[in-house]
C-alpha cells in the first residue's frame, strides 16, 4: 500500500531563505505524487505534480520538487521565501491501479520578517 | 458558480442529531471523496465514489453515510453525530482513472462542531 511521510510538522524560515519541506513515499511503483497547499480558512490547492515527464517539476508560486527515485523522495523547495508562502503544505500519492489519494500529515510553513 | 461547493461553511448541531453535509460539483468529474481534517492527522478520507451509485469507505467511515444519486453531488451524512466527529470537512472531486496524474480540485470546507 501507498503511504506518505512528511518530516517536520513545522517548519519556520527567514523571508528571502531557502524553502525545503521533505516528502517520502512508499510504493513498489513510481506513484502519482502531489503537493498541495492550504491558506487558512480555505480547501486544498494544487501546487504541482509529477507525470514522470521529467523529474523536476515546476508549480505556482516559484515552487518546484524534484522525484528522485532512489530515495523515494519528491522534496519541495523555493529558492527565496515570501511572506505569502505562510500556509501548510501537503504531499499526495496516488498509486497506480487505484483512484485513491493517500495525504500526508501536513507541514506547516512559517515565514519570518 | 463553476467549481466545487460545499455548504453549509459552518455547522454547529447537538450529539445525537443527524446532520448532512452538501456538496456539488460542476464538471461531471467522474470521481469524488470526503475527507476530514484534524490537527495532527492531516486528511484522512472517509468515503469516496466512482460514479453515480458507486461508493467506497475510506479510511474512517464508521458514523458517516454517502449517497451518490447524480454525478455532480455527494452528499455526507452524520447519522447520530459525535463530539468526535468535530472536524473540519473536505469535499474534492477528479476526472476519472486513465490519467492517474489527475489531480484533485478542494471545495472551501465545512467546519463542523458537535456540541
Known amino acids: 500500500a501507498q503511504s506518505v511521510t512528511q518530516l517536520g510538522s513545522h517548519v519556520s524560515v527567514s523571508e528571502g531563505a531557502l524553502v525545503l519541506l521533505r516528502c517520502n513515499y512508499s510504493s513498489s511503483v513510481p506513484p502519482y505524487l502531489f503537493w498541495y497547499v492550504q491558506y487558512p480558512n480555505q480547501g486544498l490547492q494544487l501546487l504541482l505534480k509529477?507525470?514522470?515527464?521529467?523529474?523536476l517539476v515546476k508549480g505556482i508560486n516559484g515552487f518546484e520538487a524534484e522525484f528522485k527515485k532512489s530515495e523515494t523522495s519528491f522534496h519541495l523547495t523555493k529558492p527565496s521565501a515570501h511572506m505569502s508562502d505562510a500556509a501548510e503544505y501537503f504531499c499526495a500519492v496516488r498509486g497506480s491501479g487505484t483512484y485513491k489519494y493517500i495525504f500526508g500529515t501536513g507541514t506547516r510553513l512559517k515565514v519570518l520578517a | 458558480d463553476a467549481g466545487i461547493t460545499q455548504s453549509p461553511r459552518y455547522k454547529i448541531t447537538e450529539t445525537g442529531r443527524q446532520v448532512t453535509l452538501m456538496c456539488h460539483q460542476t464538471w461531471s468529474h467522474s470521481y469524488m471523496f470526503w475527507y476530514r481534517q484534524d490537527l495532527g492527522h492531516g486528511l484522512r478520507l472517509i468515503y469516496y465514489s466512482a460514479a453515480a451509485d458507486i461508493t467506497d469507505k475510506g479510511e474512517v467511515p464508521d458514523g458517516y453515510v454517502v449517497s451518490r444519486s447524480k454525478t455532480e453531488n455527494f452528499p455526507l451524512t452524520l447519522e447520530s453525530a459525535t463530539r468526535s466527529q468535530t472536524s473540519v470537512y473536505f469535499c474534492?472531486?477528479?476526472?476519472?482513472?486513465?490519467?492517474?496524474?489527475?489531480?484533485?480540485?478542494f471545495g472551501p470546507g465545512t467546519r463542523l462542531t458537535v456540541l
Open positions: 474534492a472531486s477528479s476526472e476519472s482513472a486513465g490519467q492517474g496524474y489527475n489531480e484533485q480540485f
Open positions: 509529477y507525470t514522470s515527464a521529467a523529474t
